[in-house]
DNA sequence: ATTCTAAATAGGAATAATTCTTATTTACTG
DNA sequence: CAGTAAATAAGAATTATTCCTATTTAGAAT
């Protein structure tokens, strides 16, 4: 990655408070630039060719230091594999059972009418920290992404 | 479990074009009864005492078939585990992360508002089977459900 | 620039979760 | 009741994840 983005994604890790180590630069890069939501395995696989070593179970231990942090965020999956995304914002995830794949989706309509529901709602025993929908469902091709407008 | 549950719940699986085996009875009724989204080695655990015999690879091998017939769903999680539901209804689920406990949530609102939200969208390159949210949150007494009225 | 050290890492072992294999059992059809 | 395709138990194998330890390293202090 260049130098700009090396160094932005240090900057990042610095100031979540963590040691800015290569390993933990390369692994968090990869996240903030890999939208498909891998798992630690893929994560690893990607970063090979040009940190060949950087051990698995570093990038496990690493992903889960992201998410302690707050600069990763654990997926929800069900096919029993841990994934892992980057962004932080607020938005929703397509699940497209066939092809096992999770793809972003964001509306600020769909998130304003959630919060309203939620606003109007009374909840005991609970604090909610995040809302997101799950839309589930088949993809036609599998090679183009899904579209929601 | 009394005659009756145990005949209704195996008419369940012949109408679903399973043989109706003892060990997918019980599974499908442990299913049925546990509302806490559990995971093979859980349901497996609740079987011992009255069905001893039911071997874990079993369980996950049956567990597998009942999503396949539609007895059953997979439920999304992050900690990396396989967990089911026999609610085959529109509901939605609230994830106490502190306790790491999947609770279902129902609101014919709710659903109406989502239905009419996709109503309004075109989508593209994707089939919508199933919809629900995910409210992610921490529960203040972990012995008390989570109440959103 | 150098030293020091607590924290991080690689590498591999260990554990946990899940899937697979095979001999045996069984649900259901005829 | 007999037959048999499918299901099962039991355990092995595989995959995913976590743990351990000797070594390395980021960054603070000088």
């Not at 304003?112 to 604090?127: E, P, R």
């Given at each position: 990655m260049n130098s700009n983005t090396y160094q932005n994604t240090k900057e990042l890790i610095a100031t979540?408070?963590?040691?800015?180590?290569?390993?933990?630069?390369?692994?968090?890069?990869?996240?903030?630039?890999?939208?498909?939501?891998?798992?630690?395995?893929?994560?690893?696989?990607?970063?090979?060719?040009?940190?060949?070593?950087?051990?698995?179970?570093?990038?496990y231990r690493i992903l889960e230091k992201l998410v302690e942090v707050g600069l990763a965020r654990p997926v929800a999956s069900r096919n029993g594999l841990k994934r892992y995304d980057a962004r932080t914002d607020s938005h929703s995830h397509i699940y497209a059972v066939n092809t096992e794949e999770i793809q972003d989706y964001y509306d600020e309509e769909l998130n304003?009418?959630?919060?309203?529901?939620?606003?109007?709602?009374?909840?005991?025993?609970?604090?909610i920290t995040e809302v997101k929908l799950q839309i589930n469902g088949e993809k036609a091709d599998p090679d183009k992404k899904v579209t929601i407008v």
């Open positions: 979540a408070g963590l040691k800015a180590t290569h390993p933990r630069i390369a692994v968090l890069h990869e996240l903030l630039t890999n939208e498909e939501h891998p798992t630690a395995e893929q994560v690893h696989t990607a970063l090979q060719p040009n940190n060949p070593s950087v051990s698995l179970g570093s990038v304003d009418l959630i919060k309203g529901y939620f606003d109007k709602k009374k909840i005991s025993n609970f604090k």
